[in-house]
T-cell receptor
């Protein structure tokens, strides 16, 4: 089983609909992240959380919200999806280890907004 | 965050060594050099990291310049499965900043 699990893996939704992407991890890490990747581009950070009570905006947080329900769970919501939010979304986790900490990624969730 | 510069793409023949360069002239003394790679249709995965000394692991070697302003990821024998985008990223030792990805180097491996 994967250490970082994302659901759904693929979703097509209509413009204006609310959609939630869920992430759960079994690594026991405190830190969790949501990234977005557009075709041919690198990953961009949407939101991150360093513990259950901590939520921080990344570079492209507009149009998104998150919820850290527990140490192991971090969900990303698009309140009113729009076509330019069509992308591949990655959840990731990490824990500080004194060397910048290794980050572990999920397999990604493809979201298409039509 | 200190920036890194990598070539957009590189090509290698299968079974040959590959040297992927990264420039990071503004690196600070507390920055670790991390490398990740992203295989097609997958999330990025950790490859290797180092601070000052060269590092080896089962996946690759990391050669760090003496002044730390550049580094090279070395794949000793490229295979088709090594075709991926390779990202060079600087990280504070505390890890208190999120991972910031550049565009990386797209490595193509020719059979």
């Amino acid at each position: 089983d994967a250490d970082v699990t994302q659901t759904p893996r693929n979703r097509i939704t209509k413009t204006g609909k609310r959609i939630m992407l869920e992430c759960s991890q079994t690594k026991g890490h405190d830190r969790m992240y949501w990234y977005r990747q557009d075709p041919g581009l690198g990953l961009r950070l949407i939101y991150y959380s360093f513990d259950v009570k901590d939520i921080n905006k990344g570079e492209i947080s507009d149009g998104y919200s998150v919820s850290r329900q527990a140490q192991a769970k971090f969900s990303l919501s698009l309140e009113s999806a729009i076509p330019n939010q069509t992308a591949l979304y990655f959840c990731a986790t990490s824990d500080p280890d004194g060397s910048g900490n290794t980050i572990y990624f999920g397999e990604g969730s493809w979201l298409t907004v039509v | 965050d200190a920036k890194t510069t990598q070539p957009n793409s590189m090509e290698s023949n299968e079974e040959e060594p590959v040297h992927l360069p990264c420039n990071h002239s503004t690196i600070s003394g507390t920055d670790y050099i991390h490398w990740y790679r992203q295989l097609p249709s997958q999330g990025p995965e950790y490859v290797i990291h180092g601070l000052t000394s060269n590092v080896n692991n089962r996946m690759a070697s990391l050669a760090i310049a003496e002044d730390r302003k550049s580094s090279t990821l070395i794949l000793h024998r490229a295979t088709l499965r090594d075709a991926a985008v390779y990202y060079c990223i600087l990280r504070l030792s505390s890890g208190n900043t999120p991972l910031v990805f550049g565009k990386g180097t797209r490595l193509s491996v020719i059979a």
